[in-house]
């Protein structure tokens, strides 16, 4: 699901979501050690904190699901099913419900695929490896089709993001082994992120 | 570094963390799935995300470091050197950022030891395991006192929360091991969280 943004989203309830609004002044609060945004109107301290996304790799056999993305950015781009973890959710129960969300698909988780840091945009990404439990999927509202690829026909060039490169390369690197390390980012991963400036912006 | 809070924290800055002032009032707001909270003074709308808490079992030798906390929730009890991610921070910058804040060590990470699910709080929990550079170890501002345990040593009676008992635990099951899959909450997670329902409440 993506979340309309403050003062972007235009809205019926007067005042919700309004340019100029909440906190947009920088100070430390007592006892605190950092600089954080008030709201110079009521005083509120917003604390800012990374966000956690989780995912899925999921295959059918050797098939793995991607979806193509009906939002910004990168629309019609290729993806993995993944978004914000909600409130009072676990990780797993995330990467289930985005992919019903996303693929119109019900997984099985397997593992950890892996843990991907982006610290450029305070981004936590959580990627499980799952089995479809069954080849029936359908594009949600936020994908415009989703498909099943094998290996060999995973389009590259029209990935959406670095980090769904790295999670297909991971998920093909542990094929097969059942006790595997979580993986990481690459080592490249600060070159590859670099190259790419603004295509995590909004998440996956 | 504990945060203060909003409506709680005493401030010499007039409206800055007072009670009664920010989101308040939950609306679902256009474009949205969910009802968030937003401010009826000035219309921001406030999107709650679930809090990534980074942390490590580190070791000298065969020994591990615990912290006794000198702040609540538990103040006196054991816990690891933990505590959550800050913004454009790496997981592993924010283990390390809190073992030398909470025990000025420093430390050497070698794998992602577990992560842990407490969605009751909305919490993820991303724990490594890591070696002592050297045994020099000394409490930071948050904890009481700084110790290194041998295995038989831990005093489980004065285990601060649930995850530092599953985290312990999780170093001893896979130590000696290079490789292994990172590990989750232990089956009976939910029982022991339910026998505790508020030590978690503040985080570690």
Redesign the interface.
């Known amino acids: 699901?993506?979340?309309?943004e403050?003062g972007k989203?235009?809205?019926?309830?007067?005042?919700?979501?309004?340019p100029g609004?909440?906190?947009r002044m920088r100070?430390i609060?007592?006892?605190?050690?950092?600089a954080r945004l008030?709201?110079?109107?009521?005083?509120?301290?917003?604390?800012?904190?990374?966000?956690?996304v989780v995912g899925a790799v999921a295959a059918w056999e050797d098939r793995i699901l991607l979806c193509r993305r009906a939002i910004a950015p990168r629309r019609g781009y290729w993806t993995l099913p993944a978004g914000?973890?909600?409130?009072?959710?676990?990780?797993?129960?995330g990467a289930r419900r985005e992919t019903r969300e996303e693929a119109g698909a019900e997984i099985e988780i397997d593992?950890?695929l892996a843990?991907y840091?982006i610290?450029?945009i305070?981004q936590?990404q959580?990627i499980y490896r799952a089995r479809l439990r069954s080849p029936d999927i359908a594009p949600g509202e936020e994908s415009e089709a989703v498909a099943l690829y094998d290996w060999a026909s995973i389009p590259w060039a029209d990935i959406a993001f670095p980090s769904v490169h790295w999670a297909l390369k991971d998920f093909q690197a542990v094929r097969g082994q059942r006790?595997?390390?979580?993986r990481?980012n690459p080592p490249d991963a600060q070159a590859l992120d670099s190259q790419t400036p603004d295509t995590h912006t909004d998440g996956l």
């Open positions: 699901m993506e979340k309309p403050n989203s235009k809205t019926g309830q007067p005042g919700i979501g309004q609004i909440g906190p100070a609060p007592d006892g605190d050690n950092r008030v709201c110079p109107d009521c005083g509120f301290i917003k604390y800012d904190n990374p966000l956690v914000y973890l909600e409130l009072h959710e676990t990780a797993a129960d593992a950890l843990v840091n610290p450029r305070s936590i959580l006790i595997f390390a979580t990481g």
